[in-house]
Antibody, heavy 118, light 110 residues
Framework: QVHLQESGPGLVKPSETLSLVCSVS????????WGWIRQPPGKGLEWIAY???????NSNPSLKSRISVSMDTAKNQISLNLRSVTAADTAVYFC????????????WGQGTLVTVSS | QSALTQPASVSGSPGQSITISCIGT?????????VSWYQQHPGKAPKLMIY???YRPSGVSRRFSGSKSGNMASLTITGLQAEDEADYYC??????????FGTGTKVTVL
């Protein structure tokens, strides 16, 4: 079955760029929408962005100016870059696959904790 | 975009039924039949329980059901079991082609 694994540095300094990769195994990333979601420690889920192999993408208006998302179909990976981070960006970051039928997220990665601190 | 409003906590005894509300606006919950619900146990990734307001993915117990009226969606759990104790989040498609999550509800089985 399809498996998602997030990876990236666990610690990022303030004002720097947070870069994460979601590696997908057991299926192709082509033809699906993929999403990024984050969860600050002890808090709720926040939707970050979605993207599709066609280039179609959109992001949370509150993060749009700092976000870029991309796909590498050769590596079967999805990437997230978040610029100019602050302590408020400390969170567990999840990647997830959108349902083929229905507007939902049916497969999630385990998440990776990113801490923003000097 | 503002988070959808959920009660912070809901509790019930084993075997009872509980309902979690999710209040949005005409720009999200009220405008589209694209509300989904997720269950999250501590330290785990969320799990899809309901999509498009009322549909249950394969493998999800029939004890979970969803509904919507106006700007409010609801998740009902019947025959409450100990394993249902978790955080639950609603999510909706929005008028600006984004997604928004609810504030989250902690379900406690007494």
């Amino acid at each position: 079955q399809v498996h998602l694994q997030e990876s990236g540095p666990g610690l990022v300094k303030p004002s720097e760029t947070l870069s994460l990769v979601c590696s997908v195994s057991g299926g192709s990333i082509s033809g699906y929408f993929w999403g990024w979601i984050r969860q600050p420690p002890g808090k709720g889920l926040e939707w970050i962005a979605y993207l599709h192999s066609s280039g179609n993408s959109n992001s949370n208006p509150s993060l749009k100016s700092r976000i870029s998302v991309s796909m590498d179909t050769a590596k079967n990976q999805i990437s997230l870059n978040l610029r100019s981070v602050t302590a408020a960006d400390t969170a567990v970051y999840f990647c997830a696959r959108y349902c083929l039928v229905g507007k939902c997220l049916d497969i999630w990665g385990q998440g990776t904790l990113v801490t923003v601190s000097s | 975009q503002s988070a959808l409003t959920q009660p912070a906590s809901v509790s019930g005894s084993p075997g009872q039924s509980i309902t979690i509300s999710c209040i949005g606006t005409t720009g999200d919950v009220g405008g589209y039949n694209y509300v989904s619900w997720y269950q999250q146990h501590p330290g785990k990734a969320p799990k899809l329980m309901i999509y498009d307001v009322t549909y249950r993915p394969s493998g999800v117990s029939r004890r979970f059901s969803g509904s919507k009226s106006g700007n409010m969606a609801s998740l009902t759990i019947t025959g409450l079991q100990a394993e249902d104790e978790a955080d639950y989040y609603c999510s909706s498609y929005t008028s600006i082609n984004t997604r928004v999550f609810g504030t989250g509800t902690k379900v406690t089985v007494l």
